[in-house]
């Protein structure tokens, strides 16, 4: 079993910055896919950023250059920062994590099938 706790959530004025944290317990991070996904009002949940079990990173087209996510395993934690923020960020951030390590081509790591943990999201809010 892995929790998964999210935090850093919050309000702040388009063009600033927050840093989200995904925290893990149960199984260390090292050895785990972890990615990042969020939901708008009335929107599906969408693909924001991975990092494998090897540190290779990977982001969406729309906040590419602008987040940048990372982990350090003495924390056992994983996070996102994001950089000059838009409204259209707006959305609940969730964190989530592959224990197995399933890989089936790059694509993969953008569908929410590939990860079997999830966290309960933190709300990311970006006024105009």
């Known amino acids: 079993q892995v929790q998964l706790v999210e935090s850093g959530g919050g309000l702040v004025q388009a063009g600033g910055s927050l840093r989200l944290s995904c925290a893990a317990s149960?199984?260390?991070?090292?050895?785990?896919?972890v990615g990042w996904f969020r939901q708008a009002p009335g929107k599906e949940r969408e693909f924001v950023a991975a990092?494998?079990?090897?540190?290779?990173?990977y982001y969406a087209d729309s906040v590419k250059g602008r987040f940048t996510i990372s982990s350090d395993n003495a924390k056992n934690t994983v996070y996102l920062q994001m950089n000059s923020l838009k409204p259209e960020d707006t959305a609940v951030y969730y964190c989530?994590?592959?224990?197995?390590?399933?890989?089936?081509?790059?694509?993969?790591?953008?569908?929410?099938?590939?990860?079997?943990?999830w966290g309960q999201g933190t709300q990311v809010t970006v006024s105009s």
């Open positions: 990092i494998s079990w090897r540190g290779v990173a």
């Open positions: 989530a994590a592959d224990q197995f390590r399933k890989f089936a081509g790059v694509s993969y790591y953008y569908t929410q099938v590939k990860y079997n943990y």
């Open positions: 149960g199984r260390a991070f090292s050895s785990c896919d």
